[in-house]
């Protein structure tokens, strides 16, 4: 077979680049554009043609002035074309992706040629940024799901025990108090039989709800699972902890849930663990500690908040986690 000859193969080599969907444009030293093809042209929103001869700088500043072009989040054009100066030409190839003013990504590839002659190839990447977004999103949407109870929206066990890893960790490098709390509704099984599961679900949810107004943003509620939730209170002794908890008994018994039934009350079961300085706690430790004075509470009669108090001679809690 014959092979083409230069000028022929170049005519060909020209006639693809001028007809070519994808924008090709070529740069003098001085970035003057010495050739564009029409998709180039498009692609930043300018007439075909209408680039030749212009320096770089001006056809950015018309594309910025009317609103066409990339997505310039830089203070000023000034600065962003500072940057741009900062890059172009620093490598003999740089390869990157670009988002325009009306949406549209690009990926554009720059290659320095020996005279300072710069080519830019230039691709409509639009659609799989699109799907690469979606992806991310579904990632994102998938990881939030895989930490959170559907019924409640707050942190199931999973997170809260990484959660409470990280808190504890923190609490004994600074040497800071920290209290774990289980709490537990009582006679739940009963609202379930009486008023059936959905009721049961509201109930759920009113105590998700009826925790978060009455604890600090800073503590961290989680449902461990069925009836069952764990707070983790930073910063709290003891002392404190039992208070608030004592006082969200209380609070809890002045409140009604009328969507189950007229007048339909319920109460929780607690029992907290405290992991000040002196104890060199782990969170089985403190889970242990807080399931057992939760199991006080149930057997003391349900409807209130027990501590677990170590005693430097007793063996350490019952395992919980
Ligand atoms: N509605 C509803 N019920 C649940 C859910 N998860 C667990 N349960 C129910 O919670 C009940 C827990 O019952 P038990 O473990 O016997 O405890 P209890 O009746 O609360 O009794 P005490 O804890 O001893 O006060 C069971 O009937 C479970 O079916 C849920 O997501 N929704």
Redesign the pocket.
């Known amino acids: 077979m014959q092979q083409p000859s230069a000028a022929s193969l170049s005519k060909i080599l020209l006639r693809d680049a001028v007809d070519s969907d994808n924008g090709i444009a070529v740069l003098d030293a001085n970035n003057i554009f010495l050739f564009h093809n029409r998709a180039f042209a498009c692609m930043f929103g300018f007439p075909d043609g209408a680039m030749l001869g212009k320096h770089y700088d001006d056809m950015m500043a018309w594309a910025y002035t009317h609103r066409s072009g990339p997505l310039i989040e830089a203070a000023s054009l000034d600065e962003w074309l500072a940057h741009v100066h900062s890059r172009q030409r620093s490598v003999r190839f740089r390869s990157f992706e670009v988002d325009l003013i009306d949406g549209r990504w690009l990926l554009l590839n720059e290659q320095v040629h020996t005279g300072g002659e710069m080519v830019v190839l230039c691709t409509d990447i639009s659609k799989q940024k699109k799907v690469e977004f979606e992806l991310k999103q579904a990632h994102a949407d998938l990881q939030r799901l895989a930490l959170t109870d559907e019924?409640t929206g707050m942190p199931n066990r999973r997170h809260f025990f990484q959660q409470l890893d990280t808190e504890l960790a923190r609490a004994r490098r600074y040497r800071h108090p920290m209290c774990l709390a289980m709490l537990?509704?009582?006679?739940?099984?009963?609202?379930?039989?009486r008023h059936?599961?959905?009721?049961?679900?509201a109930?759920?949810r009113h105590f998700a709800a009826f925790m978060r107004q009455h604890l600090r943003a800073v503590d961290m509620i989680g449902r461990l699972?069925?009836?069952e939730f764990a707070i983790l209170l930073p910063e709290t002794g003891v002392e404190e902890a039992l208070f608030v908890l004592r006082r969200m008994v209380e609070q809890l018994a002045r409140q009604t849930v009328d969507a189950v039934a007229p007048g339909f009350a319920y109460t929780f079961?607690g029992g907290v663990a405290a992991a000040d300085d002196a104890n060199s706690v782990d969170c089985k430790w403190l889970l242990a500690g807080a399931d057992q004075a939760l199991y006080q509470a149930?057997s003391g009669g349900?409807n209130r908040v027990n501590a677990y108090l170590p005693d430097a001679n007793a063996p350490a809690p019952a395992d919980a986690a």
């Not at 537990?184 to 039989?193: E, I």
């Not at 059936?196 to 679900?201: N, Q």
């Open positions: 019924l537990d509704l009582d006679h739940f099984k009963r609202v379930n039989d059936g599961h959905p009721a049961g679900d109930v759920l699972g069925g009836e079961s149930k349900r």
